[in-house]
């Protein structure tokens, strides 16, 4: 089983700061890598696919690279509204499909 | 408009059996595989099971293997989990997820229904 670890597990940003965001795989997934948005009550959703590909109405602030086994996600100018917790995801070697353990994006 | 919408999460006693639905609509769906997806209270994302577009190939997590039985019926748009010998590990909400490209298995899930909440608990 790949074991997906985030980091940090909380991180605080002022509105229009920067925020990365890193994710490292057990061994490698390739480009084979998710972005999720969860906002508090809210099911997960799509940002950024094979690394870094937004999904369709993702925002061009947030931007996805890496590949093998460290990914980052960026938002390169923090808003309110990207306040929630974020996930990563490999999709490649499975069962089962893993993610990490979450990152809380919190407004400084 | 693409919709995925669980239902069936209630409150079941350690032991004790379970099925959950996800009624799906705005997309072609005997085309694409689809995953249940849990979440503990306070939690992070666990994968659950995934069942293929046809229904021929199902996958299960070691934590539930056994125990959940993932199916479908392309004929109404529908995906289930039977659930069974449940415990208080088992509590949280249930998300079916739909993967992005048809015909495929190994892919990002793109849509997500709003989730049902299964608490065990005597």
């Known amino acids: 089983e790949i074991v997906m670890t985030q980091s940090p597990a909380t991180l605080s940003v002022s509105p229009g700061e920067r925020a990365t965001l890193s994710c490292r795989a057990s061994?490698?997934?390739?480009?084979?890598l998710a972005w999720y948005q969860q906002k508090p009550g809210q099911a997960p959703r799509l940002l950024i696919y094979?690394?870094?590909t937004r999904a369709t109405g993702i925002p061009a602030r947030f931007s996805g690279s890496g590949s093998g086994t460290e990914f980052t996600l960026t938002i390169s100018s923090l808003q309110s509204e990207d306040i929630a917790v974020y996930y990563c995801?490999?999709?490649?070697?499975?069962?089962?499909?893993?993610f990490g353990q979450g990152t809380k994006l919190e407004i400084k | 408009e693409v919709q995925l919408v669980e239902s069936g999460g209630v409150v079941v006693q350690p032991g004790g059996s379970l099925r959950l639905s996800c009624a799906a609509s705005?997309?072609?769906?005997?085309?694409?595989?689809l995953h249940w997806v849990r979440q503990p209270p306070g939690k992070g994302l666990e994968w659950v099971s995934l069942?293929?577009?046809?229904?021929?190939?199902?996958f299960y997590a070691d934590s539930v293997k056994g125990r959940f039985t993932i199916s479908r019926d392309n004929s109404r748009n529908s995906l289930y989990l039977q659930m069974s010998s449940l415990s208080a590990e088992d509590t949280a909400v249930y998300y079916c997820?739909?993967?992005?490209?048809?015909?495929?298995?190994?892919?990002?899930?793109?849509?997500w229904g709003q989730g049902t909440l299964v608490t065990v608990s005597s």
């Open positions: 997820a739909k993967e992005s490209s048809s015909w495929y298995l190994g892919d990002r899930f793109d849509y």
């Open positions: 705005g997309f072609t769906f005997d085309d694409y595989t």
């Open positions: 069942i293929s577009w046809d229904g021929g190939s199902t």
């Open positions: 061994q490698s997934v390739g480009s084979s």
């Open positions: 094979g690394a870094s």
């Open positions: 995801q490999q999709y490649n070697n499975w069962p089962p499909y893993t």
